[in-house]
């Protein structure tokens, strides 16, 4: 049939393939690092926007609005092609990882808010009243409640980086889709890029399962 | 008498709402105050201000033993020896009853995980739970998590505690057992300020009631005099309004 040998062309499929899993080793290793250090500048932010002095709560606000405001694509064509221009030349990779971080940092650390807003008064009132410090509150008492209550919103933005790594394409980078894009126009069929769609598709559809999972058990209310 | 809980002038504002206007009041150490009065009238305000979980209008003045409370570094010296027990427990859902007790004396007081349960264990013998320590408070009753709450504010070994309604939020058939605790903890000599209505329990425990109304002290004397020979009208009216029901 006409419609399976332009979409999914089995030999075609087969013969990408290996370049196909060099791009999703790629599309991986961005996302990866870009949620580990997007979770660090976010629980920096966070902490800072809720418990800084005055001025540095309104830079972290700045921050957070901004990186929330700005389309990734623009941020990352402006990473790429505009700071070269002062001199700050960093590589695709660098480029991808750093334009999905700092907007990935905003969204945590309105998720790392909401997780800490989200615990009663009375426990660090209590905390208080015993004489615990701030950071023995912050450790023994609040993230770890925190933690429980934001890991859904987490695995939820986790999903969103890894989709977003796909931009990274348009910075050269050989990421999961680029190197579709480049292996349908080799064979001159579409079929990679129906690949890389499966892909995508099997590596994130049990993450959003396990985003479901986790909001119907808390929703359950395991207190 | 020595006071170890020495207030004057001291005054607090919600916006235009005076919560707290003007309190002098000295309580000695060992002494059992019971603090009385209608809903809204300052009296937790006034005990959450000792420990600093409530800030008050410049000019109050508060010590604790000698030490201001005010923020800065003597807080934490005044909260280590300032224990409190809160309406709602504010137990801490993700430990156990044991380390609920043990968190603070081995981050506040350095002491070893050891020897804190050690002393966590013997105090829950003492508030009568001894067997519940494995468990975790969402599986206790609300007496019982009270009475966690108590040991935990006595593993500081503080030299004051505050109670704040402690028993407001229990069902009636366990309000009992936790004022047993504290009237149990009334001979110990440890200082205690408790907001409360129970108005039997202060009569049986306290040293002296403090009536307050409007955010001002309007009388204070033992138990008799307050009960049995209320000066005020304001007194006599609120007393008449929850002793009568």
């Known amino acids: 049939m006409d419609l399976l040998d332009t979409f999914f062309n089995v030999p075609i499929l087969i013969r990408t393939f290996p370049l196909l899993l060099a791009g999703l080793a790629v599309t991986i290793q961005i996302g990866a690092t870009s949620i580990v250090a997007g979770l660090a500048l976010g629980l920096f932010l966070c902490l800072v926007r809720l418990y800084g002095p005055r001025p540095v709560v309104l830079l972290a606000r700045l921050y957070i609005d901004i990186f929330r405001s700005i389309p990734l694509l623009v941020l990352l064509i402006v990473v790429y092609y505009a700071l070269p221009f002062v001199g700050i030349r960093l590589s695709p990779f660098l480029s991808a990882v750093v334009a999905l971080t700092l907007v990935s940092g905003a969204y945590t650390a309105e998720i790392f808010r909401a997780g800490i807003e989200a615990i009663p008064a009375g426990q660090f009132e209590a905390s208080r009243a015993l004489g615990l410090g701030y950071r023995d509150m912050m450790v023994d008492v609040i993230l770890p409640q925190a933690v429980k209550i934001v890991i859904p919103p987490l695995t939820n933005n986790c999903i969103n980086v890894m989709k977003d790594t796909a931009l990274a394409s348009v910075v050269a980078m050989p990421d999961l889709l680029k190197q579709a894009t480049q292996a349908q126009a080799l064979a001159a069929n579409p079929s990679p890029l129906i690949g890389a769609a499966l892909i995508y598709l099997a590596f994130l559809w049990p993450l959003v399962a396990l985003v479901s999972r986790f909001e119907r058990r808390m929703g359950q209310g395991t207190r | ?245």
Do not use: W
Request: aromatic share 4%; glycine share 8%; with cysteine.
């Open chain 2, 1 to 245: 008498m020595a006071g170890i809980i020495k207030i004057s002038n001291l005054s607090k504002h919600y916006g235009a709402f005076a919560a707290l206007t003007e309190i002098d009041l000295e309580i000695a150490e060992g002494e059992v105050v019971c603090v009385i009065g209608p809903s809204g009238s300052g009296k937790s305000t006034l005990i959450r201000c000792i420990n600093l979980l409530e800030s008050y209008s410049a000019g109050g003045i508060i010590t604790v033993d000698g030490i201001p409370v005010e923020p800065g570094r003597h807080l934490a010296q005044v909260r280590a020896e300032v224990g409190m027990v809160f309406q709602s427990f504010n137990l801490f859902p993700h430990m156990s009853v044991l380390r609920n007790i043990m968190l603070a004396p081995m981050r506040v007081r350095k002491m070893t995980a050891a020897r804190a349960e050690e002393k966590a264990r013997e105090l829950l013998a003492r508030v009568g739970i001894a067997e519940q320590a494995e468990k975790y408070p969402g599986h206790l009753s609300g007496g019982q998590q009270q009475r966690v709450a108590i040991a935990r504010a006595l593993a500081m070994e503080p030299r004051v505690l505050l109670f704040d309604e402690p028993t407001s939020a229990l069902d009636p058939e366990m309000v009992g057992e936790v004022l047993d605790v504290m009237r149990a903890l009334a001979g110990t000599g440890v200082t205690m300020v408790i907001v409360t209505h129970e108005m039997g329990f202060a009569r049986q425990v306290a040293d002296r009631v403090i009536f307050m109304n409007g955010g001002r002290i309007v009388e204070t004397g033992t138990p008799a005099e307050i009960f049995d020979a209320p000066r005020e009208p304001r007194t006599r009216d609120f007393l008449s309004a929850v002793l009568n029901h």
